[in-house]
């Protein structure tokens, strides 16, 4: 059974997960194994374990006790659970709590890149997207739109920030996903080497006099192909678009020139995706 603790003092170090720590904190880069993040909304936290990952703690109102929590304090075992009504945890945390629930959990361990890519045919590759609530759209379109997994290049948004979790609806613990490289160096030539290594076409969304349109055959028939989307409002570097095997648009109307790149994401990865 977990362990209901009362909140009575906003100051105290238990509370600092959910409350003092800033993202680079919780990630614990010196000791990334004893790394935590916040999931947040039962449906997220539900996600996660499914995925199997562990919880740490929870955060929760009073009220939740015997409602929508049930289900997940029932299989988070001896957990310490913070409680407390809406308003004095929104004072803890700096903001509403959605759904109610945070939870901490541990940090899983990233595949590498060869693990990810085996048996894998479409893979979606975000360079230097730092939105997270992008990030988080970004992998809901790449899991239910045929993709068999996600690349990070080193400057990419953190997939498990509290937003980016919740707006992917939980599916960044349901599609595969890693960095492709620890250091800006390592992209986009190492990045780009080590795809084509293993088989990938690389497909560089951005707008040029070189590129060709989403609906071009070539692409679809590629046995085994990444899409690469670039940042907000710069999109991709231009060493990246001239390493990659295609340089991509999508055809518009009405004199429009670009998309959002989560709404371009989803696009893209509908035409691409393997039939």
Not at 8 to 21: G, H, I, K, M, S
Not at 33 to 60: H, N, R, W, Y
Not at 107 to 123: D, I, N
Request: glycine fraction near 8%; proline fraction near 6%; aromatic fraction near 4%.
């Amino acid at each position: 059974m977990p362990h209901i603790i009362e909140i009575t003092d906003l100051a105290q170090p238990e509370l600092d997960v959910f409350a003092r720590l800033t993202e680079a904190q919780l990630r614990n880069r010196l000791e990334p194994e004893k790394g935590v993040f916040i999931a947040e909304s039962p449906k997220v936290i539900q996600c996660a374990l499914d995925a199997g990952l562990t919880p740490v703690s929870l955060l929760m109102e009073r009220r939740h006790i015997q409602g929508q929590a049930r289900d997940i304090l029932a299989r988070c075992g001896e957990i310490p659970v913070y409680t407390a009504d809406r308003e004095t945890l929104a004072s803890l945390t700096g903001y509403p709590l959605t759904r109610g629930i945070l939870c901490a959990m541990r940090r899983p361990k990233l595949p590498t890149v060869e693990a990810l890519c085996t048996g894998a045919r479409r893979l979606a590759v975000l360079e230097g997207i730092v939105d997270s609530t992008n990030v988080g759209a970004i992998f809901r379109s790449a899991a239910a739109l045929g993709m068999d997994g996600v690349l990070l290049t080193p400057s990419c948004g953190d997939p498990l920030y509290r937003r980016a979790a919740r707006v992917s609806m939980g599916t960044v613990f349901q599609i595969p996903w890693t960095r492709i490289g620890s250091q800006p160096a390592d992209w986009p030539q190492s990045g780009l080497d080590k795809l084509r290594s293993l088989g990938f076409k690389t497909a560089a969304m951005a707008l040029s006099d070189t590129s060709v349109s989403l609906e071009d055959p070539r692409l679809a028939a590629e046995d085994k192909l990444a899409i690469v989307l670039g940042t907000e409002g710069d999109g991709l570097a231009p060493a990246t678009i001239a390493q990659c095997d295609y340089t991509v648009r999508i055809p518009m109307s009405h004199g429009v020139d670009s998309l959002n790149v989560a709404a371009a994401s989803a696009v893209a990865f509908w035409q691409l995706r393997v039939h």
